[in-house]
């Protein structure tokens, strides 16, 4: 059974640095990419940014400059650094994963994490 654990949400001034963790475990043979979406209240969920299990990154066009995504293979985490917040990117933030395990290539998703961003 696979699982996706979320953590680093929380309330931030506008301008002000988060850092989201989101780490996959159990019985996992690979993990191919990992992502960052958001959803806002009243909106649908969107991409934030992905990145490759070969390092390769894309982000939306609002966050470029001020997130970084990156991932740390050894211990199955992806990670989100979020810096010059602004009110805008107030959202629950999840995480996705695409993994291969004995069930064959799946993705799975986090809990979700609250993001918010006071102007």
């Known amino acids: 059974q696979v699982q996706l654990v979320e953590s680093g949400g929380g309330l931030v001034q506008a301008g002000g640095s988060l850092r989201l963790s989101c780490a996959a475990s159990?019985?996992?043979?690979?993990?191919?990419?990992m992502g960052w979406y958001r959803q806002a209240p009243g909106k649908q969920r969107e991409l934030v940014a992905v990145i490759t299990s070969g390092g390769s990154t894309v982000y939306t066009e609002s966050v470029k400059g001020r997130f970084t995504i990156s991932r740390d293979n050894a211990k199955n985490t992806v990670y989100l650094q979020m810096n010059s917040l602004k009110p805008e990117d107030t959202a629950v933030y999840y995480c996705?994963?695409?993994?291969?395990?004995?069930?064959?290539?799946?993705?799975?998703w986090g809990q979700g994490t609250q993001v918010t961003v006071s102007s």
């Open positions: 159990g019985s996992i043979f690979s993990i191919n990419a």
């Open positions: 996705k994963t695409t993994l291969i395990t004995r069930g064959g290539r799946n993705d799975y």
